[in-house]
């Protein structure tokens, strides 16, 4: 069962947002999706308890360093996907967790900040790859990106990517109200109501769009995945 980890070493990247919306399009699909919450704000916690979230959409709260083999190791019994929201921070957790992952999604906005954060996650992997053998898949989201307006902050940290081969997704998570909003109202985007919500459309069709391009990266395998240990 593939895990997907969330990884930026500064928070308000717009990690928690892009793993709920990966999961509540999933599990709209019919999957088994198992979140383990490891932010300490736990956004994707208080949207579970709001109590209308999908029955195969299971979250775990409280993650650590210490617990989350534990976690996976169950989540795996009963998930077709496993979807990790990290906190902004370079830890024990992070290393970690990335070592258990079949792919992690960077999300960055066209910020030097969040790009920092970014390319810290991205110096563990190679860490890892070179000192322990361990090539994890990886991939940047660009996150809260003006639907309008390409800034020239944002056009930098595109030509750095591209500099430096590193896969960017073609689609990138647009600032939509929809996706501040479904964390108050739980559920899906797809119960909210288009009267009270601006372009809600839009972010239907980003949030599908976003989702269908990590399935085709990340195809649910059928089979228990081996677990890799980071060094």
């Not at 996907?81 to 370079?90: E, N, S």
Request: aromatic share 4%; glycine share 8%; proline share 3%.
């Amino acid at each position: 069962m593939p895990v997907i980890t969330f990884a930026n070493t500064k928070g308000g990247a717009g990690k928690t947002t892009a793993a709920l919306l990966l999961a509540t399009e999933l599990a709209r699909g019919g999957a088994r999706v198992t979140v383990l919450d490891a932010d300490p704000q736990a956004w994707i916690t208080g949207w579970a308890q709001t109590g209308a979230a999908p029955r195969n959409i299971e979250v775990v709260s409280a993650v650590t360093a210490a617990s989350i083999q534990g976690h996976l190791a169950e989540a795996r019994r009963v998930s077709d996907y496993i979807i990790i929201d990290l906190p902004g921070a370079r830890d024990t957790l992070l290393a970690n967790a990335l070592g258990f992952s079949d792919h992690v999604v960077i999300p960055i906005q066209g910020c030097a900040m969040d790009a920092k954060g970014g390319a810290q996650v991205l110096e563990l992997l190679m860490r890892l790859e070179k000192s322990a053998g361990i090539r994890i898949p990886h991939s940047v989201l660009l996150t809260r990106v003006n639907s309008l307006v390409t800034t020239r902050a944002l056009q930098m940290v595109k030509t750095l990517l591209a500099e430096r081969q590193v896969r960017v997704l073609d689609t990138p998570i647009v600032e939509r109200a929809a996706f501040r909003d479904i964390f108050d109202c739980g559920g899906l985007l797809q119960d909210m109501d288009a009267q009270r919500v601006s372009n809600l459309d839009k972010a239907l069709e980003n949030a599908r769009l976003f989702a269908e391009e990590i399935r085709t990266l990340v195809p649910y395998r059928g089979a228990r995945g081996q677990m890799r240990r980071a060094a």
